[in-house]
């Protein structure tokens, strides 16, 4: 059996996506998935949210869409609200169900939490995001067992032993992360 510190077999994959290689964001809207993958926002004119008395370090979590105006010419006009994403030069955003959630860079699985409030409660619901093909999976036991049982043979049967693995859920995917080689 493997100890978390060390690497599971792996095929050696090559994860070829710009912005998991990249030294630095660069900031913009990504008006689609092709956008962000090679960090290339098509709008680089500056943005701001009408959100101004949120602190900037939250301004766009869990934002809605409708709030981001881009410059123009015109000054600062609504965003078309069926872009992708967006990056602040230091984050990048998802818009997703027209509300933006923060994307963890950490490798071919991305993470992103959806908070739902009601009235006296808050939901976290957490995602993955495959940066290779855009698909969205909430995270499970049976979605990531399925997910590395797809990916990685080795950290499967791992995970299948591991009598603690409902609360391993992350390190698993962590770990999944590592095992490609990312340029």
């Known amino acids: 059996m493997l100890s978390y510190s060390q690497q599971p077999l792996s095929d050696n994959t090559v994860v070829s996506i710009n912005i998991l290689s990249a030294d630095t964001l660069v900031r913009g809207i990504y008006m689609n998935f092709e956008e962000f993958q090679?960090?290339?926002?098509?709008?680089?004119?500056?943005?701001?949210?009408?959100?101004?008395k949120i602190p900037v370090n939250s301004?766009?979590?869990?934002?809605?869409?409708?709030?981001?105006?881009?410059?123009?010419?015109?000054?600062?006009?609504?965003?078309?609200?069926?872009?992708?994403?967006i990056c602040d030069?230091?984050?990048?955003?998802?818009?997703?169900?027209?509300?933006?959630?923060?994307?963890s860079l950490d490798g071919k699985f991305?993470?992103?939490?959806?908070?739902?409030?009601?009235?006296?409660?808050?939901?976290?619901?957490?995602?993955?995001?495959?940066?290779?093909?855009?698909?969205?999976?909430?995270?499970?036991?049976?979605?990531?067992?399925?997910?590395?049982?797809?990916?990685?043979?080795?950290?499967?049967?791992?995970?299948k032993k591991d009598k603690h693995k409902k609360m391993m859920l992350y390190t698993y995917i962590n770990r999944l992360n590592k095992t490609y080689n990312y340029q």
């Open 38 to 52: 090679q960090n290339s926002p098509s709008v680089t004119a500056d943005f701001k949210s009408e959100e101004e």
């Open 59 to 85: 301004i766009y979590n869990n934002m809605l869409v409708s709030r981001l105006f881009a410059w123009d010419e015109n000054g600062y006009v609504p965003v078309n609200p069926n872009h992708w994403g």
């Open 89 to 103: 030069g230091e984050n990048v955003f998802i818009n997703y169900n027209g509300k933006y959630q923060k994307v």
């Open 110 to 159: 991305a993470l992103f939490t959806i908070a739902v409030y009601s009235l006296n409660s808050q939901r976290l619901t957490d995602y993955l995001l495959d940066v290779t093909n855009n698909k969205k999976t909430q995270v499970f036991l049976s979605n990531v067992e399925e997910l590395l049982l797809k990916e990685n043979r080795a950290l499967y049967d791992e995970f």
